[in-house]
């Protein structure tokens, strides 16, 4: 298996800056295309009219509050649904002619869906079984999968026999044996504890980048989605409402709902007051003028969006030199979470806003306690307009 | 917290008794005294055997009455043939009501396990409905049916599927119909319960394993629904072997049931020994397996 395993050197995910990104290749060929796909049960239309691409040896998660359609998505892939309207592709062919069995794409279950009668080698080798491999073969495979997810020791159990993380281990064994174009995940890791969990995020990273097999992951948590995928999409009502790294998701929010959903957000509402040649200027509803170095599709008037990160205000204990991009108020609550410590800060018109701050020492008083004054302040790029 | 955990297994322990008191009150003792009865003689008497067990009468007669037991009845059961082709006769109809039931019954409970969750309980008590009237009326019921103008000819020969009536009654096939049409609840029910509560998933997680579905159903559906399985066979198998009502009133008269046989020595020759012999082997005949079969169940689920 080794000399077919291609070892891919990169295995970085914050964004394209490594070199995987196909996704910005014109010439690239998407291994899954979704075309304008439309899933309707009665009334709900769990998939809405959706188009993606996903690329070969791509790590693609799939981020979503509960009800959007991530499983719906998974499943068109997987042949359980058929589309209403549009079409499902792979390798640039229309798949929907192909009954499920037939489909080189392996799904790991939200539930796992072991089978209860076999043991754990069973389990996996059942896939190899229906290919119809010669008996060493798959002695073989399922003894190197077993390795790989390091459950040898426990080949012979039944799976009510083994804990929660080493039955995830048993469903990711059984989908990967045989060797799927596509992995679809659904929910991979939603049974596990965080700890667990944690390291199971780098343990699929790791797999994937060996195995170069595309993984298809679908998560609600977007801290999960971030660590391990090269791009996430975030859906909403059956729509991928914006793909992208997670830089890029996180950073460049294209929406209100993406902003809020990914990640902490300070969200304040403001008037374009003037365009000029090195950004804008914004009339915000906290009372402060805000200037930002963007650039966006909106006239002077218009209704805006500043989005903030809670970790990039600054916050200070006396008012700031400029009195643009800041405001002021008194602190109302702080979380300390141990890396760092989140600040709740009441705007003199009642306007929250977080912000978040390293704990750099080990020095258990703050330097700001509850109800000080404090003024936040940040510079000209670390906000993003959004016009919805 | 030891306490509580201490009166949770006496809790446990006395729970346990109840079934177990059961058994020894509805089923032990009773076997034991029809064991009883099969190690005596037949008398002309009240009743009708000797010796009479007299728990008044001393240690004495108590000696006397052991020596007065005998294995009589049981080397006659295996002198005449009648018996050993009664039993014969038994387990053969036993095994083919079983297996007719089986492959009738299966893909009805799955059927039903499968339909949408609101029509899943209408089916069921259309299935249980039969229980509803008694089951020798429904016996009597397809003696009207199968009987020479009966129903069933009658449509047969309406249908011109024969031209003129066939015979039914007093024929193994009125005996199989009367049997299967009885015990089909038995069959279903179990194996109903093992489906219904199958996991979707798995035939997902099959297909999608490249498994067609076809070969899913050997694969999966029925090895899961193997206790379903079980269950159903014990529940038809073992009262069938039994069977009185449905091969005497459907069936002919030339080759017994060991029911037939049975209730031939108690009531016809008033022989309530002999009787009492056929119904203990019988009962070994059919428990034995069972014991077996459950033990072998448990060091099963032990050594997994
Ligand atoms: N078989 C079905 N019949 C009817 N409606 C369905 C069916 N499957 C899904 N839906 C509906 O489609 C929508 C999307 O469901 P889906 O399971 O894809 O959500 P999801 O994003 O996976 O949610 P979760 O995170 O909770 O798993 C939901 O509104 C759901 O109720
Ligand atoms: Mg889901």
Redesign the pocket.
């Given at each position: 298996m080794a000399d077919e395993v291609e070892i891919r050197q990169e295995t970085d995910r914050g964004g394209a800056k490594l070199g995987f990104a196909p996704w910005a290749d014109p010439a690239a060929r998407p291994l899954v295309r979704f075309d304008a796909v439309t899933k309707r049960?009665?009334e709900?239309r769990?998939v809405d009219a959706l188009s993606l691409d996903i690329f070969p040896g791509e790590f693609f998660a799939l981020l979503?509050?509960?009800?959007?359609?991530?499983?719906?998505?998974l499943r068109l892939l997987a042949g359980f649904e058929a589309p209403s309207e549009g079409r499902v592709l792979l390798d640039g062919t229309a798949i929907d002619a192909v009954p499920p069995h037939r489909r080189p794409v392996n799904m790991m279950f939200?539930n796992y869906a072991l089978f209860p009668h076999l043991t754990v080698e069973g389990n996996v080798a059942f896939g190899l079984k229906q290919e119809g491999r010669p008996r060493a073969e798959i002695a073989a495979r399922v003894a190197e999968m077993l390795a790989l997810v390091k459950l040898a020791p426990l080949a012979r159990r039944k799976p009510h026999e083994l804990s929660g993380g080493q039955r995830q281990r048993v469903a990711l064994a059984r989908s990967l044996v045989k060797r799927p174009r596509v992995l679809l995940l659904d929910?991979p890791l939603a049974a596990l504890d965080k700890q667990l969990r944690g390291e199971t995020q780098f343990e699929l990273m790791e797999l994937q980048a060996r195995l170069g097999t595309t993984f298809v992951i679908?998560t609600?948590d977007q801290e999960e989605a971030m660590t391990v995928a090269h791009r996430m999409g975030v859906?909403d009502r059956?729509r991928i409402v914006q793909v992208g790294t997670p830089a890029e998701v996180y950073e460049q929010p294209n929406s209100r709902y993406v902003a809020s959903f990914v990640g902490d957000v300070n969200l304040i509402e403001g008037r374009l007051a003037a365009v000029g040649p090195s950004g804008l200027l914004i009339d915000s509803t906290v009372g402060a003028k805000l200037a930002t170095n963007q650039r966006v599709e909106a006239d002077v008037g218009a209704t805006v969006w500043v989005t903030l990160r809670p970790e990039k205000l600054r916050v200070a204990t006396a008012p700031p030199a400029a009195n643009e991009n800041c405001v002021s108020g008194h602190v109302a609550e702080i979380a300390y979470l141990g890396n760092v410590s989140l600040y709740k800060v009441r705007l003199d018109n009642g306007f929250m806003m977080k912000a978040q701050l390293p704990n750099l020492t080990r020095v258990v008083e703050r330097p700001i306690g509850t109800n000080e004054r404090v003024w936040l302040s940040w510079t000209p790029d670390a906000g993003v307009v959004l016009t919805g | 917290m030891a306490e509580t955990r201490r009166r949770a297994g006496g809790a446990g322990r006395s729970a346990v008794l109840i079934p177990y008191g059961w058994l020894v009150l509805f089923f032990l003792l009773p076997f034991l005294i029809v064991l009883k009865i099969s190690l005596s003689a037949t008398a002309i008497a009240q009743p009708p055997y000797t010796p009479v067990f007299d728990p008044s009468a001393g240690l004495a007669a108590l000696k006397e009455f052991l020596a007065d037991l005998s294995f009589d009845n049981y080397a006659q059961l295996i002198a005449d043939r009648l018996y050993l082709f009664s039993y014969l006769r038994s387990l053969e109809i036993a095994a083919v009501s079983t297996v007719i039931l089986l492959v009738l019954g299966y893909p009805v409970a799955y059927g039903m396990a499968r339909v949408a969750r609101r029509w899943q309980g209408l089916l069921l008590v259309l299935v249980i409905l039969p229980f509803w009237t008694s089951f020798l009326i429904r016996i009597y019921a397809w003696v009207t049916i199968l009987q020479h103008d009966g129903l069933l000819n009658q449509a047969l020969v309406a249908l011109h599927i024969v031209d003129a009536p066939l015979t039914w009654l007093a024929t193994d096939t009125a005996i199989y119909i009367g049997i299967v049409y009885s015990y089909f609840p038995f069959m279903v029910l179990p194996l109903y319960a093992a489906l219904e509560k199958m996991d979707e998933s798995l035939l997902e997680a099959a297909a999608n394993l490249g498994c067609p579905r076809w070969k899913t159903f050997w694969l999966v559906t029925l090895p899961l629904s193997r206790p379903g399985i079980v269950a159903g066979v014990l529940l038809c198998f073992i009262p069938i072997v039994g069977e009185f009502v449905a091969p005497d009133l459907l069936g002919g008269s030339s080759r017994q049931m060991i029911g037939q046989t049975l209730w031939t020595e108690f009531f016809a020759n008033r022989d309530w020994p002999a009787a009492s012999g056929v119904a203990a082997v019988l009962l070994l005949l059919l428990v034995v397996p069972i014991v077996i079969y459950q033990h072998q169940q448990a060091r099963e689920l032990e050594g997994a």
């Open positions: 049960f009665g709900t769990a979503g509050p509960s009800g959007c359609g991530k499983s719906t998505l939200q929910e679908v609600h859906m059956g | -």
